[in-house]
């Protein structure tokens, strides 16, 4: 399975890995040493059942369904905070036209990087500056477009 590098790099912290629970079917990377010819993170792996291998150095990735469950929301809610979180227009209903990307959402290439991203803003009050995650003061967040919470 191809590896998302910029996804591995966002769920590689501790408010991603630490608490989790191991489970079959989990999704995993280890990080490789620097210098290592193919690239900085092996190929994705799959927790199989009864199965036994180095988990304290693995790379948790959250699929899909970890993360809705992660945040823990109402299907409605869900849907409409992340809408906000998306739109350019911050959510204005004033006959704007909706469906463009404001600048944030725009540096992320796929779906999970994505929900990766509004969760880590949504439950942590933290975004990302393109290499980590930064903790923001959530009365910073206000009126940039990420205080939709």
Known sequence: MPIDDL??????????????EWKDGDLYVYRMPEGYPHGQFTDVRLVYPNSEWPRDKAIWLPDQDDLDGMLDLPLPELVYKFMYFCD??????????WGEFNEYCQQFT????????????EKRHKIW????????DIDLLRGSGLDKS
Do not use: N
């Open 7 to 20: 996804y591995t790099l966002m769920c590689d912290c501790p408010e991603i890995q630490e608490g989790h």
């Open 88 to 97: 350019r227009y911050e959510g204005t209903t004033g006959g704007e036209v």
């Open 110 to 121: 796929s779906m999970k990087q994505l929900k990766l991203a509004f969760y880590m803003k």
């Open 129 to 136: 500056d393109g290499k980590s995650w930064e903790a923001q």
